[in-house]
């Protein structure tokens, strides 16, 4: 153990913020809200948000957690809040709004450090 209580390369946003973009608007752009769907789609765009993350940037002893909520669109309003308890010095988020005609979906990362 380092006992390191800073990252070699901290977690940024913006380059994560692309990759859940990317996943969801490939997975969801032609679909309509059905269930049971919607269910393995939230575990199967959640898993490869993670994996191409996880994979693609080297952001050293960060552990994180990939939330996709899949919701039908009706004539109302979907909100969607969070709240974390962590070090706003090294942790962070990243996270994206996709939305058709017939659904809307919420993707977000959360990076917590490790130390």
């Not at 977690?11 to 490939?26: C, D, G, L, Q, Y």
Request: aromatic fraction near 16%; hydrophobic fraction near 35%; charged fraction near 30%.
């Amino acid at each position: 153990s380092t006992y390191r209580v800073e990252p070699v390369k901290k977690f940024t946003s913006m380059p994560v913020e692309k990759i859940i973009k990317r996943v969801m608007n490939a997975a969801l752009k032609n679909e309509t809200y059905n269930e049971l769907k919607c269910i393995k789609l939230c575990h199967s765009i959640s898993t490869e948000i993670r994996n191409r993350q996880v994979k693609q940037f080297n952001f050293s002893r960060y552990k994180y957690i990939c939330l996709v909520t899949i919701s039908e669109k009706r004539f109302s309003e979907v909100r969607f809040s969070s709240r974390c308890l962590w070090d706003p010095k090294v942790d962070n988020y990243a996270y994206y709004r996709f939305e058709n005609r017939d659904l809307v979906a919420f993707g977000a990362v959360y990076a917590c450090y490790y130390e």
